[in-house]
């Protein structure tokens, strides 16, 4: 199975800043990682596929990149409603596996 | 609109099963498959397995020999059963819409949830 380790597992915040969470394979999985955001309560959300492809309607302060084994999500300005819960998974094989998670606080 | 609803919270006692339905609308249901996912409290996430429309099933193998995931295509809606219960299996369980051919992980809408849980 492709292990997906996520840094840090939570962070503390202020409105307006920039955020970057980070997101390694055990082994490359190329560009087959998407990152999903979870409110409290809520079913996830599709944030982006393919490491960089942000989906449509999500904001574009939302950005990808990587490939390989080390990819990263950033917010650039965050807003009031970002903070959630951060997941990365990877789609190149089965089982599919998700990162621990990364719960973003407001500081 | 594309919706995916699931049936409601279960308590289970351990050893016993649990069936979780997902009614898909919005969308022509025969033109994808369905993953299920799940989430113990304070936990992250499991993917469980995929269905596609017509059957064919690919399931995570820790869980292979334990869960069964079927659809009917009259109704659009897809079930996960989970057998031989433990307290360990007491979580969220979501479906989420997923490729037709293959469980290519992408999922862009999801079920409400269902909250299962697992008490003596």
């Known amino acids: 199975d492709f292990q997906m380790t996520q840094s840090p597992s939570s962070l503390s915040a202020s409105v307006g800043d920039r955020v970057t969470i980070t997101c390694r394979a055990s082994q490359s999985i190329r560009s087959y ?10 079913a996830p959300k599709l944030l982006i596929s393919g490491a960089s492809s942000l989906q449509s309607g999500v904001p574009s302060r939302f950005s990808g990149s990587g490939s390989g084994r080390d990819f990263t999500l950033t917010i650039s300005g965050l807003r009031p409603e970002d903070f959630a819960t951060y997941y990365c998974q990877q789609t190149y094989s089965t089982p599919l596996t998700f990162g621990g998670g990364t719960k973003v606080e407001i500081k | 609109q594309l919706q995916l ?4 919270a279960e308590v289970k006692k351990p050893g ?14 025969s033109s994808y498959g369905i993953s299920w996912v799940r989430q113990a409290p304070g936990q992250g996430l499991e993917w469980m397995g995929w269905i596609s429309a017509d059957g064919s099933t690919n399931y995570a193998p820790n869980l ?13 809606t897809a079930y996960m059963e989970l057998r031989s219960l433990g307290s360990d299996d007491t979580a969220v369980y979501y479906c989420a819409r997923d490729g037709l051919i293959a469980a290519v992980g992408t999922f862009d809408y999801w079920g409400q949830g269902s909250l299962v849980i697992v008490t003596s």
């Open chain 1, 33 to 42: 990682l998407n990152w999903y955001q979870q409110q409290p309560g809520k």
């Open chain 2, 5 to 8: 609803v699931q049936s409601g």
């Open chain 2, 16 to 29: 016993a099963s649990v069936r979780v339905s997902c009614k898909a609308s919005g969308y022509p249901f």
């Open chain 2, 64 to 76: 292979r020999g334990r869960v069964t995931m079927t659809t009917d295509t009259s109704t659009g």
